[in-house]
Nanobody
């Protein structure tokens, strides 16, 4: 079993920056792919970025070049650095874990953290 707790969601201005963190419990953290998803009102949940245990990454085209996903296996934590956010990045951001594959979704979810991009 894995428990995920996100933090860092906030109101941020377009063109600013914001960092999200997801702390995971469970000894299997370092073996799983970790990912960030987001869901805006009226939309389906979508992948933002994923990172394998050895650092390979997969990004949504909409955030490529602006967002960076990293992980610290020693701290059981995954991060999402959001640079130059846009209003369309406004959503609840969810941490995801439990998949062994970079292009698959795991069974474990955090509770979500709200990111609002607005001036």
């Amino acid at each position: 079993q894995v428990q995920l707790v996100e933090s860092g969601g906030d109101l941020v201005q377009p063109g600013g920056s914001l960092g999200l963190s997801c702390a995971a419990s469970g000894s299997m953290f370092s073996f799983y792919v970790m990912a960030w998803y987001r869901q805006a009102p009226g939309n389906e949940r979508e992948l933002v970025a994923a990172i394998s245990r050895d650092g390979r990454t997969n990004y949504s085209d909409s955030v490529k070049g602006r967002f960076t996903i990293t992980r610290d296996n020693a701290k059981n934590t995954v991060y999402l650095q959001m640079n130059s956010p846009k209003p369309e990045d406004t959503a609840v951001y969810y941490c995801n874990a439990g998949s062994w594959y970079l292009y698959s979704t795991g069974p474990y979810w955090g509770q979500g953290t709200q990111v609002t991009v607005s001036s």
